[in-house]
């Protein structure tokens, strides 16, 4: 907010614990919690930022705020196990002062958010199907049957 003084955070996701509900008093931050229509969020947003600590699975919030042209910014784990390439693909931040700077960055930079946005884009119609996804999803099916 120092740096950007009319950003606004709009903390969204189901099961925000205490915590993360604490700070909907805080100036431009809004806890929203589960949304029935994540594109309609995506659409509206500048950058999507997802401090993902566990990268297991498939990262659906982060491939459809990549597919929607979104710059991402995330953790180095979602990253490997997406296998974008950082910087070129989305951002990465491991703690809370890297997360802000690349917000920030973001923020300031109508020209990297495109680039980002659209390389973001490009890797997922590349690299992400819904059949590979499928398959994944049946492959856990069958571990857990």
């Known amino acids: ?14 099961g925000n614990g205490h915590k993360v509900l604490k700070l909907d008093h805080l100036p431009g931050v809004q806890v929203v919690g589960y949304v029935p229509n994540l594109p ?6 500048a950058i999507s930022v997802a401090p993902l600590r566990f990268s297991a699975g498939i990262q659906f919030k982060v491939v459809e705020s990549m597919a929607a042209g979104l ?8 990253s ?15 703690s809370a002062n890297d997360f802000a700077r690349q917000v920030v960055s973001l923020l300031k930079d109508e020209g990297l958010r495109w680039r ?4 973001g884009r490009v890797y997922v119609q590349s690299h992400i199907s819904l059949q590979g996804a499928i398959d994944r999803l049946r492959a856990i099916e069958d571990l857990i049957a």
């Open 116 to 119: 980002l946005g659209q390389a």
């Open 1 to 14: 907010l120092r740096e950007v003084p009319e950003c606004e955070l709009l903390i969204v996701g189901a």
């Open 80 to 94: 490997a196990g997406l296998g974008t390439e950082p910087g070129r693909d989305l951002l990465v931040a491991d």
């Open 40 to 45: 309609e969020v995506i659409s509206g947003s």
């Open 71 to 78: 710059p991402v910014i995330t953790t180095s784990s979602v």
